[in-house]
């Protein structure tokens, strides 16, 4: 019996599913694993299929193309799978699922104008690694760094390289709008790394205006008060 494309099938429902060869050369890095989810696309018999494995707090779902466009319906079971007609919309859509396993991450970056326009920045579960996911007019992107400076200042040049190209809306004026926004949305990251920065030169020094009793100058300097310094001070502000 044919697999339905409309639906997301339980992994085990699909006659050899493992058997199928995994395409590792498409628009994203795969297999990608997030947590303690898996993202795989197999050239089955069926047709291109997309995998996740896996389980999570927070279910995003697994993503279809129907034609009033895109949905995540929950995952019922810990392995599922989706047929898809064209290897371009499989891509799209694994890349959909691992985006959205990214922005429900605990502390990330999120910025967006719409689903189909928004980048997230978090550090892989488990890992010392980074990750800067996002979808620019449906198509992701994704990329992988060893800090949460270079993960942030990556998201920051995405979200200028998305600003500068033409953002489908559907009129021209919400377009230039929306690039408007995410060029915005580019500085406002910018100014997390650099407010960041900042905060590490204070706590190095932290000893030398404590000492020299120059704190209340330097909280003046700053523009602001000086229990907040001490805060800086903690790391409970300007930090990453």
Same mark, same amino acid.
């Given at each position: 019996m044919a697999l339905s494309i409309d639906q997301v099938h339980p992994? /085990? $429902?699909?006659?050899? !599913?493992? /058997?199928a060869p995994l395409v590792r050369h498409s628009i994203l890095p795969l297999p990608r694993q997030w947590g303690d989810l898996t993202f795989e696309l197999r050239n089955h018999i069926e047709g291109?299929?997309?995998?996740i494995r896996g389980s999570q707090v927070t279910d995003t %779902? =697994?993503? !279809?193309? !129907? *034609?009033?466009g895109w949905i995540s319906p929950p995952r019922e079971s810990g392995a599922t799978a989706v047929l898809h007609p064209?290897?371009?919309e499989a891509e799209i859509a694994l890349g959909r699922a691992l985006a959205a396993a990214v922005t429900v991450t605990a502390a990330c970056t999120t910025k #967006?104008?719409?689903d189909n326009n928004r980048i997230a920045v978090a550090q892989d579960? %488990?890992? #010392?690694?980074? *990750?800067?996911?996002?979808? =620019? $007019? %449906?198509v992701p992107g994704f990329t992988g760094h060893d800090s949460w400076k270079a993960a942030h200042a990556d998201a920051a040049k995405q979200l200028d390289a998305m600003a500068g190209s033409?953002?489908?809306?559907g009129d021209t004026y919400t377009a230039a709008i929306a690039s408007a926004h995410l060029r915005r949305c580019?500085? @406002?990251?910018?100014? @997390?790394?650099? *407010?960041?920065e900042l905060g590490d030169v204070i706590r190095s020094h932290k000893e030398d205006m404590q000492n020299e009793r120059r704190v209340k100058k330097i909280a003046n300097g700053l523009s602001v008060q000086r229990p907040f310094l001490y805060r800086v001070f903690k790391g409970t502000e300007w930090t990453q």
């Amino acid at each position: 019996m044919a697999l339905s494309i409309d639906q997301v099938h339980p992994a /085990e $429902n699909v006659c050899d !599913l493992d /058997e199928a060869p995994l395409v590792r050369h498409s628009i994203l890095p795969l297999p990608r694993q997030w947590g303690d989810l898996t993202f795989e696309l197999r050239n089955h018999i069926e047709g291109w299929i997309t995998v996740i494995r896996g389980s999570q707090v927070t279910d995003t %779902g =697994h993503p !279809l193309l !129907l *034609t009033d466009g895109w949905i995540s319906p929950p995952r019922e079971s810990g392995a599922t799978a989706v047929l898809h007609p064209r290897l371009e919309e499989a891509e799209i859509a694994l890349g959909r699922a691992l985006a959205a396993a990214v922005t429900v991450t605990a502390a990330c970056t999120t910025k #967006s104008w719409d689903d189909n326009n928004r980048i997230a920045v978090a550090q892989d579960p %488990g890992t #010392s690694r980074w *990750t800067a996911a996002w979808l =620019h $007019n %449906g198509v992701p992107g994704f990329t992988g760094h060893d800090s949460w400076k270079a993960a942030h200042a990556d998201a920051a040049k995405q979200l200028d390289a998305m600003a500068g190209s033409f953002i489908v809306t559907g009129d021209t004026y919400t377009a230039a709008i929306a690039s408007a926004h995410l060029r915005r949305c580019a500085n @406002q990251v910018r100014d @997390q790394v650099l *407010t960041a920065e900042l905060g590490d030169v204070i706590r190095s020094h932290k000893e030398d205006m404590q000492n020299e009793r120059r704190v209340k100058k330097i909280a003046n300097g700053l523009s602001v008060q000086r229990p907040f310094l001490y805060r800086v001070f903690k790391g409970t502000e300007w930090t990453q």
